[in-house]
């Protein structure tokens, strides 16, 4: 679908020279005097080379069809990770660079939602928490008041994050996916 460049906005995926390209800023210029101009920063989606292009506003760029949709996560090999579509039980390899900083939080059985272009699998959004089990911290110290001060603790998925004094080793918490800070206790 042609759009002119002024309507691109950031996440939309467009392709150029056969490429796919996924936008990660798009500022309109308009200066006092000449012709306003679109400066969009990309990163082509085969490799991850990051470009950065200048349209004028009235340009015209073939805007990509992006559909999202559930998956659950199957597994990860050295071919990068495998998803399964609930409905039709369809499955799609992903690869690790799609995946990103998202990689530690999969857990199996989670669904997350795979924006897809055709069969390819353009970005993926995880839930927004996650719980984990806390493998390794300090021990717990007695009198210690739970006020805003935190320890250093590893979770099973590897991550490192900061845990109240009161969590201990083996204790499951709930963590932000986004940055893998401490929400809470889990309660199951």
Known sequence: ?????????????????????VVLSAENIHPGKGTP?????????????????????TDHVEKVTIEERNYSFLYEDGEGFHFMEPESYDQVQVTKDVVGSAAPYLQEGMVVKLSMHDTTAVAITLPQRATLEVVDTEPVTKGQTASSSYKPAVLSNGVRTQVPPHIGTGTRIVVLTEDGSYVERAKD
């Open 1 to 21: 679908m042609r759009v002119i460049a002024s309507s691109i906005r950031k996440g939309n995926v467009l392709e150029q020279d056969g490429k796919l390209y």
């Open 37 to 57: 101009v679109s400066q969009i920063e990309m990163r082509r989606i085969s490799d991850g080379v990051k470009i950065s292009e200048r349209y004028k506003t």
